[in-house]
């Protein structure tokens, strides 16, 4: 079962940020957090990573609390294109299974 | 950029067929997994595939399912005999390290008629 809590749905005007809460309150001292999205039907796709520290790259920001126990996927300047679910997973970073446990993520919805 | 490819996009396929669903992984990567979406469900694991064997399968890999890489770019999921409850998007996936951020394909979409 999924280790993560997503609220099921959300929204957000097209040119917004769009932030994604997940709460992961059992996470241990060596787990990720990743986050993947999916586009329609189309494969997950990868956003990031991170295991304490905020992390930034080109598609999004993912805020950390210091106690580990949520974080937050930023999107900084939503678009339609950014609508899909979104997928909070966690798992060490070598951990021996290597599968992703997905859940039923966030169905955000960019309005124009 | 490089991508994970899947043919075909479609499959349709009679109950009871062999169906054999294709997938060539980003080319450096060494860690190879299948996944399946029942329409209007989550995303399953099925297996892992590591250094041509299998290193992890969930109880929906049953003996009706196997996996091979054939030579040094494909990766194949075969299903034996194809039951109705089979259809589904198939996603096969890559990574480059053991645990590290996967890379999916866009699918190929089996239908079992």
């Known amino acids: 079962d999924a280790k993560t809590t997503q609220p099921p749905s959300m929204d957000c005007a097209e040119g917004r940020a769009a932030n994604l809460p997940c709460n992961h309150s059992?996470?241990?001292?060596?787990?990720?957090v990743y986050w993947y999205r999916q586009i329609h039907s189309q494969g997950p796709q990868y956003i990031i990573h991170?295991?304490?520290n905020n992390e930034t790259n080109e598609m999004a920001s993912l805020i950390i609390t210091e106690d580990r126990k949520s974080s937050t996927l930023i999107l900084p300047h939503a678009t339609l294109r950014d609508t899909a679910v979104y997928y909070c997973?966690?798992?060490?970073?070598?951990?021996?299974?290597?599968?992703?446990?997905f859940g039923s993520g966030t169905r955000l919805l960019v309005r124009p | 950029e490089p991508e994970v490819t899947q043919t075909p996009s479609h499959q349709v396929t009679q109950m009871g067929q062999e169906v054999i669903l294709r997938c060539v992984p980003i080319?450096?990567?060494?860690?190879f997994y299948w996944y399946r979406q029942i329409l209007g469900q989550k995303v399953e694991f099925l297996v892992s595939?590591?250094?041509?064997?299998?290193?992890?399968k969930s109880e929906i890999f049953d003996d009706q399912f196997s996996v091979e890489r054939p030579d040094g770019s494909n990766f194949t999921l075969k299903i034996r005999s194809t039951k109705l409850e089979d259809s589904a998007m198939y996603f096969c996936?890559?990574?480059?390290?053991?645990?590290?951020?996967?890379?999916f394909g866009q699918g190929t979409r089996l239908t079992v008629v």
């Open positions: 059992t996470i241990s001292g060596n787990e990720y």
């Open positions: 997973i966690v798992r060490g970073r070598m951990d021996s299974s290597y599968k992703l446990i």
């Open positions: 080319s450096n990567h060494l860690y």
């Open positions: 991170g295991l304490k």
């Open positions: 996936a890559s990574s480059s390290l053991r645990g590290g951020e996967a890379f």
């Open positions: 595939f590591y250094n041509n064997e299998i290193s992890e």
